[in-house]
């Protein structure tokens, strides 16, 4: 089967799911979907796909319906797509938002913005295997970058909500996070002139609980990072990666990742249970999660997670919800055994790596870059 049929039933795959997906989530009966896939030639798609890949544009195979997502190259006939080089939005609900999201005011202690985990000059996330509490201890999951965020369909590592403002607001009032109220926040800013006045710039109703979600949403949906090798590769490109990278981004397609992380966010719009062929290891039994289980307490969603973007990856380290994995080879290794059922040899394993390494954007025109070891 040619590599371009191959892509054809996969795709079919994907579209096909979403459509049960939506054709089936209002009922409470919904389980998990577990797909496997034969290619000819021995070739083993396997993802237990929950495949809950729902809303809007599938993602796979074809530009999803965002400001910031290009198709393919025409004739490339690759399955993800390049972020557009977008008009930055740079008005006062932008601008409002990026003081909001600077501001420790938003916590209920004034001591946490929403940049002391997602710092916008080191991988927009704090490089924690967990994020710390307002106790101070690393009691969180993972943070996720913030960048691209916008670009994604789920959010959360257990999907809880599937809107940014929902996340904004969550975030806002978790006694963990930010823990403020309403009343609380707008007492703060009210005593600031400048900031009543912006928010009558930007909003006709002035400051209000929502346009302080308003305001931050727009501004987390301007944190895109177009600009990376790949997306150029995608436009057309050809050597803006180097032959061994181009290797990995084969393997990458061949051996199946590209069935979990797919889209112009290369992820973020679909669950998969972590472990579909082997329980994986780096965690002991207390910190084994419920995952996806506690939004729908259902018991097929035990360790289910959102599938996250691989954007901007090899500076995200360290990765999955508990962070057990500190290097992308480890990452790519584990997932390799646990969710496709392979082995990779060290020189695939590094090609991928190789490949993944392309993802890296840019932020205002600066090439994302890492959190500093130890910097929280």
């Not at 979907?33 to 796979?60: D, I, P």
């Not at 996070?177 to 006045?197: C, F, H, I």
């Not at 090899?314 to 480890?330: E, K, N, Q, S």
């Amino acid at each position: 089967m040619s590599a371009n049929c191959e892509r054809t039933v996969i795709l079919r795959l994907s579209r096909t799911a979403a459509r049960r997906r939506l054709e089936q989530e209002a009922s409470p009966a919904l389980g998990m979907r577990s797909t496997r896939l034969r290619l000819a030639g021995g070739l083993r798609l396997a993802c237990s796909l929950t495949l809950v890949v729902a809303l809007r544009g599938v993602g796979y195979g074809g530009p999803l319906s965002l400001p910031y997502a290009a198709p393919p190259e025409r004739g490339t006939h690759e399955p993800l797509s390049s972020i557009l080089l977008p008009v930055v939005e740079d008005g006062p609900q932008t601008q409002l938002g990026e003081r909001l999201f600077h501001d420790p005011q938003l916590s209920h202690d004034n001591r946490q913005s929403c940049a002391t985990c997602h710092p916008l000059d080191r991988g927009g996330m704090d490089g924690q295997p967990r994020a710390l509490a307002l106790d101070g201890l690393p009691r969180l999951r993972n943070t996720p970058t913030i960048f691209n965020v916008g670009l994604s369909f789920w959010f959360n590592w257990d999907g809880v909500v599937h809107t940014l403002e929902a996340h904004v607001e969550r975030l806002l009032r978790n006694p963990a996070v930010m823990n403020t109220t309403w009343p609380e926040l707008q007492g703060k800013l009210r005593r600031e002139a400048d900031y009543v006045s912006a928010f009558r710039a930007a909003y006709v109703d002035g400051l209000t609980w929502n346009n302080v979600i308003a305001a931050l949403v727009s501004f987390e949906r301007s944190l895109v990072t177009p600009q990376s090798r790949f997306d150029r590769y995608l436009r057309g490109e050809q050597q803006a990666l180097t032959a061994e990278e181009q290797q990995g981004y084969d393997l990458f397609k061949s051996y199946g990742c590209i069935a979990c992380h797919q889209g112009v966010n290369i992820g973020g719009n679909m669950f998969a249970k972590f472990g579909v062929f082997q329980p994986p290891t780096g965690a002991s039994e207390e910190d084994v999660e419920s995952g996806r289980y506690n939004v729908t307490h259902r018991p097929q969603d035990v360790q289910v997670f959102r599938v996250p973007s691989l954007r901007n990856v090899a500076m995200t380290a360290p990765y999955f919800h508990d962070g057990r994995a500190p290097t992308l080879a480890v990452a790519v290794d584990t997932m390799a055994r646990v969710q496709l059922g392979k082995e990779l040899t060290p020189e695939e394993i590094g090609l991928i790596v190789q490949f993944l390494q392309t993802l890296t954007g840019d932020y205002r025109g600066v090439p994302v870059r890492a959190p500093t070891p130890g910097a929280g």
